[in-house]
């Protein structure tokens, strides 16, 4: 498997080791940030993104093709796949979707997709003077299995896989697929924007990166009219909503086809994995299904806003248990303490602004800890450290916070953080923001009123978690603050008593 040197690609996307990857994951999808600003070059290349935001590439199909999908089953079967208690069927949820034909009992093993059928980084390629090229220099596995999707599309029929490659989305639910003017106007609210916006700038940078010290030297075998902006920003949408990572393999990525056809259910916990008595891919069910009901898998613990991220959609509102928003929380520049507070977040890997989870079940302790270090006065600058420490979760034990004069101040604290969110969110529910100047088509019209319905949908689902929130923390403080008033009409009682 290809590995990353110190002179090779600097955004090296790679699923991060949060847990077994569900399917079509982002355990698996998440990047790592690029190490490179930026820059001019990259500047332009966004712009032509947004451009190109309604073009395609000459391969895929809609995302609601039955035909490319039944032809990717008989193409499957014949080439070694067990016979199936699934089909690939149109579905409510995901457009499309595998179906039981038959009963499915709880506990059942399904799928045993052969090695043979998985594409990884071990891959042969059709062309292999072009992997030789990547390989020999170093390509890590995100980009390179994003070079591998458009080498093996670009030749058609020669391809082993170009059943499968028919099959995938011609434009996959992405972010990637957005403009910037549509990430600013519809996810102005949501703190989702920026990841966007990050990620976009990455796959332009890896395409760069990959253009200027590869393809550029190499032009015979990487002509621009297949290896462009276009196609990378369509092989890494196709990565970020199917790319596994499967634990027994030695957490090795890889596109499980006829796997990635599942869709994601928050009321499942199932997730893919190699099973070495069968020697293939598989889930074990964890409900039971009828026939013609559709199956589910999950595709990991994620917030909405990391599922509309990766796989274009949204839950609906209440429904994902594992939803979050990030609570953005700052030092106070007019804080007397503020550089030597920085300071000290400095030396524990943390910034003057940091963001946090908030979950409808409470927040974590780093976010608390942090918090204690904002609103702490001079007199307590011995203890900034181990706020600091506790903040950054370093430390090897979960550090006991007790700080009861700074309770009152640090609720407070997040509390307005949180209501300065809310009004964000109501702001851009109650039509305050712009929406961009687009084409006046049909087809435009019908992608403007589904990227607004996701946004919104994002968030609802996210002020929902800060309604939640901003109602603990005014009922803890109202009870903290009673209890003040009844110790002080207690004190002045005595008083009166002894008078």
Known sequence: MATAT???????????????????????????????????????????????????????????????????????????????????QRVDVGERGLVALKNIRKGEKLLFVPPSLVISADSEWGCPEVGNVMKKNSVPDWPLLATYLISEASLDSSSRWSNYIAALPRQPYSLLYWTRAEIDAYLVASPIRERAIQRITDVIGTYNDLRDRIFSKHSDLFPEEVYNLETFRWSFGILFSRLVRLPSMDEKVALVPWADMLNHSPEVETFLDYNKSSQGIVFTTDRSYQPGE?????????????????????????????????????????????????????????????????????????????????????????????????ASNKSPSKPGLNYPELEELALQFILDCCESNIAKYTKFLEGGSVSPQLSTSSKQANRTLLLKQLARDLCISERRILYRTQYILRRRLRDMRGGELKALSLFNGLRKLFK
């Open 294 to 390: 559709q199956v589910f898998i999950s595709y990991g613990k994620k917030s909405s806003g990391e599922l509309l991220l990766s796989y274009g959609f949204v839950p609906k509102e209440g429904t994902n248990p594992n939803d979050s928003v990030e609570l953005l929380m700052s030092l106070n520049k007019s804080d007397k303490c503020y550089e030597e507070k920085v300071q000290v977040l400095k030396r524990n890997g943390l910034k003057e602004s940091e963001s946090f989870p908030l979950r409808v079940t409470g927040w974590p302790i780093e976010l608390m800890a942090y918090a204690f270090l904002v609103v702490s006065p001079p007199d307590m600058s011995q203890r900034f450290e181990e706020m600091a420490i506790a």
């Open 6 to 88: 110190a002179t090779t690609l600097h955004p090296q996307f790679r699923p991060p080791s949060l847990a077994p990857r569900r399917l079509r994951t982002y355990p698996l999808g998440v990047i790592i940030r690029a190490q490179v600003r930026a820059s001019a070059a990259s500047a332009s290349a966004s712009a032509s993104v947004q451009r190109e935001a309604t073009a395609g590439v000459p391969w895929g199909c809609e995302i609601e093709s039955l035909e490319s999908s039944a032809s990717l089953e008989r193409w499957l079967t014949a080439s070694g796949l067990p016979e199936q208690r699934l089909s690939i």
